[in-house]
């Protein structure tokens, strides 16, 4: 039986995007994660991502849970970067409408619901999203 697989990686997308912003960005990441051989949750320690000039952290799980069927991801996030960077990811609008440094972190729980993912997460917001000017 397998007890637990340890996966380490990197990944770098030149053209990523997020359908409703529709820009792209190049994306750098490196994950660990631990799988549970068992019973198939993901403990993941951390997944560092770079897009511009903001570098996010990630730390979470994806297990059973809540005595329904699925799996439920709990995830927390701290960044520290441009706002420009998150504005071209995730709004339409071009250029953004607001520039400069901030840093980041938040907290979600995204059940096993088979609805689109921005409209589960941001209803499911565990900790405030908390946006504060960097002291560089």
């Not at 994660?33 to 799980?61: C, I, Y």
């Amino acid at each position: 039986m397998l007890g637990k697989v340890e996966v380490l990686g990197t990944t770098d997308v030149p053209d990523f995007r997020v359908k409703m912003a529709g820009h792209d960005v190049r994306l750098r990441a490196k994950f660990h994660a631990t799988v549970n051989g068992t019973n198939g949750n993901l403990q993941v320690e951390p997944v560092d991502v770079w897009f511009g000039n903001t570098a996010v952290e990630s730390r979470g799980s994806i297990e059973n849970g809540g005595g329904h069927e699925g799996k439920t991801t709990l995830v927390g996030i701290t960044g520290k970067g441009e706002i420009e960077d998150l504005l071209r990811l995730f709004v339409h609008q071009a250029p953004p409408a607001m520039k400069g440094a901030i840093r980041f972190r938040s907290k979600a729980s995204l059940p096993p619901e088979r609805r689109p993912f921005f409209r589960s997460w941001l209803w499911r917001v565990t900790s405030p999203f908390e946006l504060r000017p960097s002291q560089t």
